[in-house]
């Protein structure tokens, strides 16, 4: 072992994880340096995801990953995974510390003392961290929705909001040390302050009014029977991005009847025209599955009709994968793999096209891009505007964490090229 302790982390699955594992780095920045995965580290915290076989499959073998990269460093598996069988993965070779759900805020605790006992001395101070443009602000934990394809509500427990004083406290934190858009995250992030006599968008209102160092905040996934007027309202502020991940799953109503989501096909119509004459200029991304019991030819075809009517930004698909223990195990109508990935080709397509069409509707707009770290050698670097796209710059003329004013020339492959104009 080095007589300098580091760290490294591997992130699965969602944007809660993310928010989490940020959390993480921002307490261990304190006692250790933080590696990129998977440089040989003396700890490794491997943050799992559980959603489906597959992201099952990936957990162990990013775990599997880690014990390969240095046998003798000590592993900490936390996430969705740990909370739906923990045996198996405590049984993984260097496998140290399972982390549930309730054991996290133990993690920092255990690395430091860990690291006491291994090396007898005072952990060094944080090594510089620069280039980071986004952080996640966890609001909340758990979900109190039943869809039936989802295990998370068992692995996540009950809906838990935080605390909006500290909540607060947290964004001044990360304003100070140069984030400058911050992404309010959680489990079902939309159901913020229910437990608490409190809401989204009251909490919102707070953290704008009350660090107003930070220019950007965005909403993450959201479901959409959890936009009340008053948080549609709050889309018109400029400080709140105008991009909303909005889940749809499915454009037919009998197969969101059979989700167990509650909502039709027709309300998420509804919702999207409001949302729209709230903010015209909104960016919508979704979620799709493909392939759920049951989904016949005529409803795969609503749902390719609602890609094209609603013109996403982006859409993330997912074939279905049966999770043991969730209401769709009992469902009849299997599809099968092969009329699955048939359908996954062409909903891609219809994605694609939907992308491209939005893309293009910016092609000579100025736009404000915030800059992050550019890929080793490139003549230009990547940023995101406010509508989440992602636009390349000049890398000369800038560096990460710049918010520009930049002019989109060119769309070439699905990615967007900008003049520089003014930094901001």
């Known amino acids: 072992m080095s007589n300098h302790p580091t760290i490294a982390f591997a992130t699965l699955g969602c944007r809660t994880n993310q928010a989490e594992t940020a959390q993480l780095i921002a307490q261990l920045s304190d006692v250790c340096a933080v590696l990129p995965f998977p440089e040989p580290a003396d700890v490794y915290v491997i943050n799992t995801c559980t959603v489906t076989h597959e992201a099952d499959r990936q957990s162990r073998q990013v775990i599997r990953r880690a014990y390969r990269a240095n046998p003798e460093a000590a592993l900490i598996v936390t996430g969705c995974a740990v909370d739906y069988h923990p045996d198996e993965l405590a049984a993984m070779p260097g496998v140290r510390l399972i982390a549930t759900r309730d054991d996290k805020e133990r993690i920092a605790a255990e690395v430091a003392a860990w ?30 929705n039943r869809c039936a394809f989802c295990i998370v509500p068992q692995t996540r427990g009950a809906e838990l909001s935080q605390d909006p004083a500290k909540l607060v406290d947290r964004a001044r934190a990360l304003a100070a040390t140069g984030y400058q858009e911050l992404v309010l995250t959680g489990t079902n992030v939309g ?67 059979r989700m167990r989501r509650r909502y039709n096909a027709d309300q998420y119509r509804r919702l999207v025209a409001k949302l729209r004459r709230a903010r015209p200029d909104l960016a919508l991304t979704t979620d799709i599955i493909v392939g759920f019991p049951g989904e016949t030819e005529e409803d795969f075809a ?27 195990e009992t469902l009849d109508g299997r599809v099968s793999p092969a009329v699955i990935g048939e359908r996954m080709a062409r909903l891609s397509e219809a994605a694609a096209r939907a992308k491209a069409a939005w893309q293009e509707s910016f092609r000579g707009q100025e736009v404000e891009v915030l800059t992050e770290r550019a890929p080793e050698g490139s003549p230009e670097r990547p940023g995101h505007t406010a509508h989440f796209m992602k636009v390349w710059v000049s890398a000369a003329e800038t560096a990460p964490n710049q918010r520009w004013m930049a002019r989109v020339d060119r769309i070439e492959d699905g990615e967007a090229f900008a003049t520089l104009l003014t930094c901001c």
């Not at 968008?201 to 029977?225: F, K, M, N, Q």
């Open 302 to 328: 609503e749902t390719l009709a609602m890609v094209e009517e609603i013109g996403f930004a982006g859409v993330h698909q997912f074939p279905f994968s049966l999770r043991e223990g969730t209401h769709a």
């Open 191 to 257: 159901m913020y302050g229910r437990d608490r006599g409190e809401s989204l968008a009251r909490l919102l209102d707070r953290l704008i009014r009350e660090v107003p160092e930070i220019p950007r905040w965005r909403i993450a996934s959201i479901e959409p029977i959890d936009f009340p007027d008053e948080l549609v309202e709050r889309l018109a502020d400029p400080k709140v991005c105008p991009q909303i991940h909005l889940c749809l799953q499915s454009g037919s109503s009998r197969v969101l009847a």
């Open 115 to 144: 690291y006491d006992r291994k090396l007898g001395t005072e952990l060094p101070p944080s090594p510089s961290q620069t280039g980071h443009t986004r952080a996640w602000l966890k609001v909340s934990e758990g979900c109190n």
